[in-house]
């Protein structure tokens, strides 16, 4: 399928480049994660659990938040089939942060009661999510509950990214409320359709 104007790009043509950022950017959450030469003699449950649950925490919210991303850019794609270059160069910098996230998951993982690592970590997820809410509104600013589901975890990583300052060791709580987007998305939508029945 070719675009109906020349200087129009297929956005369909971005799937494969996205899938490919979106699974090493999520397969190396893992990266940082502690070698066997870490421990200097046999490890007890406390040793791991000392070594691993912070670390497992962040990499577990960073890839569920990678895959709230991943959906939401796959629905984008699918329902703005064309669009011009500077949508294109846009989505390049929104996968551009999604690659960055095994950075900063890596040093919040390692330092999460830091709370300028916290910040740090809290100011990726709000750019990521913002750029994804931007790219929602130039392809569906008409459609109230896809901006509702794109706006929520902005509003989230905000408030997140301030709280993070004073409470580093809390905040990660905090930031989970943002998989609540697409309970947001739905419910918006179901209130749409609600008032489209009413005479």
């Known amino acids: 399928m070719t675009p109906s104007h020349p200087d129009l790009f297929e956005m369909r043509r971005l799937e494969s480049l996205s899938n490919t950022i979106f699974g090493v950017a999520m397969t190396l959450l893992a990266y940082d994660l502690p070698k066997a030469g870490t421990f200097g003699s046999l490890p007890d449950w406390a040793d791991l659990y000392h070594l691993y649950a912070g670390r497992l ?4 919210l960073s890839f569920i938040i990678a895959g709230l991303f991943w959906f939401s850019h796959h ?8 669009a011009g270059r500077g949508i294109v160069i846009l989505n390049l910098f929104f996968l551009l942060s999604i690659i960055l996230l095994p950075v900063t998951n890596g040093l919040y993982g390692n330092y999460r009661l830091s709370s300028a690592v916290a910040v740090l970590y809290g100011i990726h997820l709000t750019l990521i999510a913002g750029l994804n809410a931007l790219l929602w509104w130039f392809a569906r600013r008409d459609s109230w509950p896809e901006m509702a589901g794109a706006i929520f975890p902005v509003l989230v990583f905000v408030p997140g990214t301030a709280i993070a300052a004073i409470y580093p060791q809390y905040v990660q709580y905090f930031w989970c409320l943002a998989f609540l987007a697409l309970l947001v998305r739905r419910l918006a939508a179901s209130r749409e359709e609600a008032r489209g029945r009413q005479p």
């Open 57 to 60: 925490s962040a990499l577990m």
């Open 75 to 82: 629905r984008r794609l699918a329902r703005q089939p064309e």
